[in-house]
Nanobody, 120 residues
Framework: QLQASGGGLVQPGGSLRLSCAAS????????IGWFRQAPGKEREWVSC????????IYADSIKGRFTISRDNAQNAAYLQMNSLKPEDTAVYYC???????????????WGQGTLVTVSS
């Protein structure tokens, strides 16, 4: 199973760190991506971290504000989100693939999402 957590309500300009945890398999075998889906909108790719060298890619909409990372010892991945904006409000999902991709169709397994609400 794959589970995203760490969402919540935060004020504009605030920060959250999302976690992605796996059970029954090792995340280090895969590239890990984060996606988000706002109400009434299509799922949007956010970021991906490679399995081998840890290289990362980001969507332009969050570049410079979000940081993806992984901790293979903890079998987890993270999305540090800073300078949050109301338009970042969405359900955030982690998913696995190999290699990194921006397309959701390339991802093999999705976890349950976590809701992030940015509002004053």
């Amino acid at each position: 199973q794959l589970q995203a957590s760490g969402g919540g309500l935060v004020q504009p300009g605030g920060s959250l760190r999302l976690s992605c945890a796996a059970s029954q398999f090792r995340l280090e075998w895969y590239a890990i991506g984060w996606f988000r889906q706002a109400p009434g909108k299509e799922r949007e790719w956010v970021s991906c971290i490679d399995k081998s060298d840890g290289s990362t890619i980001y969507a332009d909409s969050i570049k410079g504000r979000f940081t993806i990372s992984r901790d293979n010892a903890q079998n987890a991945a993270y999305l540090q989100m800073n300078s949050l904006k109301p338009e970042d409000t969405a359900v955030y999902y982690c998913a696995i693939t190999d290699p990194c991709s921006r397309s959701p169709v390339d991802y093999d397994y999705w976890g349950q999402g976590t809701l992030v609400t940015v509002s004053s």
